[in-house]
DNA sequence: GGCAGAAATGACAGCGCTGTCAATTTGCTC
DNA sequence: GAGCAAATTGACAGCGCTGTCATTTCTGCC
C-alpha cells in the first residue's frame, strides 16, 4: 500500500543505502544512478516516512517557531512571520510547529526543556522580543540547539534577518521634515522590544541632524497598541504647543493617533500629519491611507527560516541578512500648512 | 543518555511491552503496577521519543489545523484558534502543525494530499471559511482522516464547536431595539462565509420580532475589513434618511462605521449608536469602546481541538459542542436621541 | 597492464517503540 | 483444592529508515 524506500529500491535495482543517499543529497552517487533513482521515486510517488527517517537519522526535520505570547506583537505581525518561516519550512521539507512561551513567569526555561526534549526540533526560529531573552539564548546554547532570530537588537554571530529600522525610522522622519514639518511628536512602542529603541533612536538622528533640539514633551510612551496611540495622542493635542506631525512606531498606533485627532477636530493630513510603522493591511485602509514603512514580515520569516535550515544541512554557517525597507509615502502626511 | 522506554521497564521491574501499556492508558495493568510504573517514570523524567512510538504505532500523534490563507478572517480571531488547538494538543501531548490552504487554485486537493502523505496528521481542525468547502470534506471521508470544525455551517454529524451565532445577533440587535432604535443598519461580511449569514439572520429576526419591515437600504454588503466598514457606512450616513445605529457584523467593520461616523460630524454614541461581533482585542480599546458579541475563540479552537483528540482516542465519537456568547454592552450604543 | 587510492555501492544492524500472540497469574465456582 | 475462564504480563519481531563499515568499481599513473 505505502510505497516504501526499499520499493523504491528495487526499481531502480539498487540498494535501500543508495536510494537514501539520493533522497537526502549526499555525496558519493554517481548521476546516472542518482537520476535513475530520482526517476524511480517520482514515478512511484515516492514519500519517505518522516517517523523512520527521524528515528533512524537521529534528527527530526523539524523547526520549532517560538515567540512570547504575553507582550506579543500585533497578531498579524506574527502571523506573517509564521506564513514566511511556513513557507522555507515546505520549500526544504522540514515541518514547523509553533511554540507559544509565556516569558513572565518562572518555568519558562522548564517550558523549553520540555520543548526540546518532547519534540526534538532540529533548530529554532525565534521571534521579537524573545530574540534577546538571555536566559534562553543561553539555554540554546547549552543545549546546542542551532536558531535564528527575526530582528534581534544584538548582532553578536546571530543569524536570521534584520531591517534597518533605525535607518527606516530616520527616513520617514526626514520626509516630514522635508514637508517642512518642525514639531514632530514621537510615540514609542513599549520600553525594552528593539523595535522601539531603534525607531526612537532613528527619530532622534533625524531631527538632530536637522538641527532641531529635542523637546520631551514631543516624545510620549506607547505600548505598540491602537489604544496607546489614542492615550499618547490626547497627551499631545492637550499641549499648548501641539505637534504638526506625529510619527508613531509602528501602525496601531498611528491608527490610534488618527482617531484622536478625529476627537480634537484635527483633519488629517490638513492640520497634522501622521505617520506608522510597519505596513500593516489596515494601513491601506484607512482614509487617509497611512503613510509608513513596510517592513516584509513575511519575507523576514522566511529568510529567518532559509539561514536557519541552511546552517542545518551544512551549507555554510549560515548569516544575518538585512532586508530593505520601503518608505510607503500615502495620504495621511502633507506639507505643514 | 537518553532515558528510554527501557530503561524505565528495568527501573519499574516489568517488561517493556508493560511501560508501553501505562504510557498509553491501556487497559489490563493492574493498578499497582501502573503505580510503580508512573512512578519510574517520574523520577527518570521520561519522554518518549515521538519519532519511534509514531513508527511503531502507525500514529503521528499529530494534529493539523487547515485555514485559507486567501480570504482568511481576521489575522487575529484564526491566531486565538491556534492558541485554542494549541493548548488542548498540548494537554494531550498531541503536536499540532498549521497549514495553510489556498482554496482558490485548482491545486487545493494535491496540496491536502501532500500533507497527509507527507505528515500523516492523526487528525485535522478545520476553520472558517473551509469548514464548508465540499471537494475538502470529501476527500477527507474518503482519506479516512477524523477531523473537527470550528464554526462550521453545515451541522450534519460534525464534531466540532459553534457558537449561536443567530441568536447572538439577534440579541444584539434586540439590545438596540431596547434603546428604542428603529432605523438599525446591518453591515454584512464575506458573503458566502457562515458568520455573515448567521449574523444577517439574527438581524432579520429581530428586526422582523419587532414588527420592523426590512428596508433594503438598511442592510449593505461589506467584506470584514475595516475599510468596507467605512464604505459601508459612507453608504449609509449619505441617505436620506440616516440609520441611529448601525450593526456591524464585525468589529473591524465597526471600527470602520465609527471612523466615518468621525468623517460625518456624527458623535457616537450621541448620535449614532455602533455594535460589532466577536469582541477582538480593537474593541475595548476604542473610544466608546464598543459594544459587541464576545465570541471566545480561542476556547473554540480548544473545545474543537478536545473533541477531535477524544474521538481519536476513542473517548466516545465527539460531539458538535454549542459555546454560550456574551453580549459586551459598552460605550458605543445608547439610547436614541 | 597492473597498481594504489578514491569513489561508489551495498550488507547489516539497530534507532525506540508497539502489535501480536503466547505464557503466566489471578479469581471464581463447585 | 481442582478446574476453568479472564486478567495480566512478557517475548519477540518489525515499523521504515540511516549509520557504519565492508566490498566493489572506477581513475589516473607508471
Redesign the pocket.
Known amino acids: 500500500m ?5 520499493d523504491v ?1 528495487r526499481a531502480a ?9 539520493v ?2 543529497d ?5 548521476d ?3 537520476q535513475r533513482v530520482r526517476a524511480a521515486m517520482e514515478a512511484m510517488d ?4 518522516p ?3 527521524s ?5 527530526s526535520f523539524l523547526v520549532a517557531m517560538l515567540y512570547d505570547n504575553n507582550d506579543n506583537p500585533a497578531s498579524t505581525y506574527l502571523a506573517e512571520i509564521q506564513d514566511g518561516v511556513l513557507e522555507a519550512c515546505d520549500a526544504h521539507r522540514y515541518s514547523m510547529m509553533v511554540r507559544p512561551l509565556r516569558m513572565r513567569g518562572g518555568d519558562f526555561i522548564r517550558r523549553f526543556d520540555a520543548l526540546i526534549s518532547d519534540h526534538h526540533p532540529d533548530g529554532v526560529v525565534l521571534t521579537p522580543p524573545i530574540t534577546d531573552y538571555a536566559p534562553l539564548l543561553k539555554r540554546l546554547r547549552e543545549s546546542n540547539v542551532p536558531y535564528a532570530s527575526v530582528s534581534p537588537q544584538r548582532r553578536g554571530k546571530v543569524i536570521g534577518v534584520t531591517m534597518d529600522e533605525q535607518r527606516a525610522a530616520r527616513a520617514i522622519v526626514e520626509h516630514l521634515l522635508g514637508l517642512g514639518h518642525r514639531r514632530i511628536a514621537h510615540v514609542i512602542g513599549i520600553a525594552d522590544h528593539g523595535a522601539s529603541r531603534w525607531r526612537l533612536a532613528g527619530y532622534r538622528e533625524a531631527m538632530a541632524a536637522a538641527g532641531l533640539p529635542e523637546d520631551p514633551a514631543m516624545v510620549v510612551q506607547g505600548a505598540f497598541t491602537f489604544g496607546s496611540g489614542v492615550e499618547a495622542a490626547r497627551q499631545l493635542f492637550s499641549l499648548a504647543e501641539r505637534p504638526t506631525a506625529v510619527f508613531a512606531a509602528n501602525d496601531d498606533m498611528a491608527t490610534g493617533v488618527m482617531w484622536a485627532a478625529g476627537e480634537y477636530g484635527l483633519k488629517v493630513p490638513h492640520d497634522l500629519s501622521v505617520c506608522g510603522f510597519d505596513d500593516t493591511p489596515l494601513s491601506r485602509q484607512l482614509w487617509p491611507a497611512l503613510t509608513t514603512i513596510q517592513q516584509p514580515s513575511r519575507e523576514m520569516g522566511k529568510i529567518a527560516a532559509e539561514q536557519l535550515l541552511g546552517a542545518l544541512r551544512g551549507h555554510g554557517a549560515g548569516q544575518l541578512v538585512q532586508v530593505p525597507f520601503v518608505l510607503q509615502i500615502r495620504g495621511s502626511t502633507a506639507a505643514v500648512p
Open positions: 505505502r510505497v516504501r524506500l526499499e529500491a535495482n539498487v540498494s535501500p543505502k543508495t536510494v537514501s543517499r533522497l537526502n549526499e555525496a558519493n552517487v554517481t546516472a544512478t542518482r515516492y514519500r519517505p516516512h517517523s523512520a527517517r528515528l533512524a537519522g537521529n534528527r
